[in-house]
């Protein structure tokens, strides 16, 4: 009887906080944070200026299942973009070690995403993102409408689907 108590409070408490976390993350908008893209100029996460859906994803260079997501959705990016006007910001949390790896690495896979750099982790907490890859879409209003964490092959086309909501409102 204690096993089952304890078993259906765990399960309740998962499922209710699990529920309440990503309810509160389809309510914010991105927060005003500075970030340097690559070439070391600062940009305003909360200021893009995109016109339409904006993905962000939280990367690192020693992420494998971050660089495999991004890598798949560069291959079809070039059709997203046409298709639904979607921008991607790639989010780098390599920290002052391993942040140098990150030109190398985007250049050599040719990725026409935004790259931005978060060395000290302050978009990365102001997001709530514990762990990458960590995948937010973005209204055109600048709310988060969607957040997804980890990679299998095909969430790709989850985003995609919700992306595709967006561009047909």
């Not at 078993?7 to 309440?20: C, L």
């Not at 780098?92 to 982790?121: A, C, F, Q, R």
Request: net charge negative.
């Amino acid at each position: 009887m204690k096993t089952t108590l304890l078993i259906s409070f765990t399960f309740f408490t998962f499922f209710y906080f699990s529920q309440k976390s990503n309810h509160s993350t389809r309510e914010k908008s991105l927060p005003s944070i500075e970030l340097k893209d690559m070439k070391g100029k600062t940009v305003n996460i909360s200021e893009l200026g995109l016109d339409g859906p904006i993905v962000i994803s939280f990367w690192a260079t020693w992420c494998s299942p971050c660089k495999k997501e991004l890598n798949t959705i560069n291959e079809i990016y070039q059709d997203w973009q046409d298709e639904t006007g979607v921008t991607l910001v790639a989010v780098s949390i390599d920290d002052s070690k391993t942040k140098n790896n990150v030109p190398i690495y985007v250049n050599g896979k040719g990725w026409e995403y935004i790259v931005l750099m978060d060395p000290n982790g302050d978009l990365k907490r102001a997001m709530g993102v514990n762990n990458v890859p960590h995948t937010f879409l973005v209204n055109k209003e600048g709310k988060i409408v969607y957040s997804h964490n980890n990679y299998a092959s095909g969430d790709e086309e989850i985003l995609y689907d919700e992306i595709l909501k967006l561009s047909s409102k």
